[in-house]
């Protein structure tokens, strides 16, 4: 086989398939493309086939040709001393010749004590032998060699020279024709390529299903999920696998993130449909008020004591919805405005709020634990709504834990009050049923309620957001079947 055939050959063997070359396969390969990920894993797999089939040929090769060369030697080794065995060293043209064949050399020579003995002398060589010493050769000049043999002159001669095996001396020389290596050597690397690709297909080909079957169907489903989920977020989201590995995370993190960003997406939406229906109703509500505002003007000329003492707090709260809507009707957004900011008599603010909240001393009642003349400062129709949230939501939890029989007496709504001369702190304790676990995680988000179904969900959402614009806090400090805490901290700049 010439050495243009040879190739062609190995070429057709190696040949990827056409659709490598082709555009469309190359647009499949893009981030975008749904095979993207797969089509780069099999031609890394194909790429890493390739290489460990040069590290394994590469290395094989070098040890053929050393293992032919070796041969050589040891068959010229071998003649050698058949030569020496015959009387007076005397081998006739015939015999040389008949050896020389055998041994597939055309020169032997022993080098002994430093003497070298010519025993089989080789004709005119056209090319000057190239010499390979194998007693010290490194490993590049080890692979090396296979390369010029491959393609070097059809004429070229080796010289090899190894230490002797069967017989005493410092070394052997050999030379020995390079055209029968070089055939040998082709027919070799071809057969060692032929079974290392189907080797490397077999193993790459189970590879790659190991790899698609762990990885990309895995990864497919968390693809299809994710645009499933982006198409319509209401859409039910697959079971999550469960795998403890990497993957078997990421599909259940991916479901916990979709089941909260569902949520908050309707929340959205019910806030949305909440404001289209505060836009369309505060208009009127706000004439309506404007008319109880006129009536209560004229009730407020009337002798009867009851009436007199019942206008202050209609008064107010008049005021505060009117104002309310006002502020929707400028704004018309959800931030609440800026707080004035004045010094406030905690008792008087705390009285009003809990008259406003249902608080009485015949039912649900007030525990103030204050110094006397203590006063924060703060916007005072917002620590209202504040503090009234607070206590609106003890009273319902304490008569809701009456109804069901649960409880005994009427329950108490103590308010607390430090300063540290910078921070005030306001502490509001119930002695309810406490906060169920499944809520207080998520109490203050908006139309998280655990009250009954005409509860909107908004006021501590709206109370902490107050809270805030103050520059302070609003936080669930302690909730069990005992009782539940909450505490208000307002900067105290006085």
Request: aromatic residues 4%.
């Amino acid at each position: 086989m010439n050495r243009e055939r040879l190739l062609t050959v190995v070429q057709t063997r190696l040949r990827l398939p056409a659709s490598l070359t082709q555009g469309s396969w190359r647009d499949r390969l893009k981030p975008h493309a749904p095979d993207g990920l797969s089509s780069r894993l099999l031609l890394l797999t194909v790429a890493f086939t390739l290489v460990v089939e040069t590290l394994i040929v590469a290395p094989s090769a070098a040890s053929f040709h050393e293992r032919w060369l070796m041969d050589r030697l040891q068959g010229a080794e071998l003649a050698s001393v058949g030569v020496e065995a015959l009387p007076y060293n005397a081998v006739d043209d015939a015999t040389a010749e008949t050896l020389l064949r055998i041994g597939g050399v055309s020169a032997v020579a022993i080098s002994d004590q430093g003497v070298m003995r010519q025993l089989l002398q080789a004709p005119n060589l056209p090319r000057t032998p190239d010499f390979i010493d194998l007693r010290r050769r490194n490993l590049a000049q080890r692979l090396w060699d296979p390369v010029v043999t491959l393609w070097g002159h059809p004429d070229r001669s080796i010289r090899a020279r190894a230490a002797p095996r069967y017989r005493s001396g410092d070394f052997i020389d050999v030379v020995a024709p390079a055209e029968p290596l070089r055939l040998e050597l082709r027919a070799f690397l071809l057969n060692s390529l032929l079974v290392s690709i189907l080797i490397s297909i077999v193993a790459g080909a189970l590879l790659y299903a190991g790899l698609a079957f762990l990885v990309l169907q895995p990864l497919r489903r968390v693809t299809r999920s994710i645009e499933g989920f982006a198409a319509d977020p209401e859409t039910p989201a697959p079971t999550p696998s469960d795998r403890h590995d990497e993957i078997g995370r990421v599909e259940r993190e991916l479901a916990r993130m979709q089941d909260e960003v569902r949520q908050s997406l309707r929340a959205r939406s019910r806030l949305v449909a909440l404001g289209e229906a505060v836009a369309k109703i505060n208009h009127d509500l706000r004439n309506m008020l404007t008319s109880a505002q006129m009536a209560s003007e004229r009730l407020a000329s009337s002798a009867d004591p009851q009436v007199a003492k019942a206008m202050p707090r209609l008064e107010r709260a008049l005021g505060r919805a009117a104002a309310l809507t006002r502020n929707v009707l400028d704004y018309g957004k959800s931030e609440e405005p800026a707080p004035v900011l004045t010094r406030i008599p905690l008792a008087a603010a705390a009285a009003a709020a809990a008259e406003d909240a249902g608080l009485e001393p015949q039912g649900v009642k007030l525990v103030k634990a204050i110094p006397p003349r203590f006063a924060v400062t703060a916007d005072s129709d917002q620590l209202h709504r504040i503090l009234v949230n607070l206590m609106r939501n003890a009273r319902q939890a304490i008569e809701a834990d009456q109804a069901r029989g649960e409880r005994a007496g009427r329950g108490q709504v103590r308010l607390t009050a430090v300063s540290d001369g910078a921070v005030v702190v306001l502490s509001i304790t119930d002695d309810g049923p406490g906060i169920p676990p499944r809520l207080s995680e998520r109490l203050f988000d908006a139309f998280v309620s655990g009250k009954a179904s005409d509860g909107t969900g908004l006021g501590l959402t709206i109370s902490r957001e107050l809270a805030a614009n103050h520059g302070g806090e609003l936080r669930l400090v302690d909730t069990s079947p005992a009782g539940t805490t909450f505490e208000l901290r307002l900067p105290d700049p006085i």
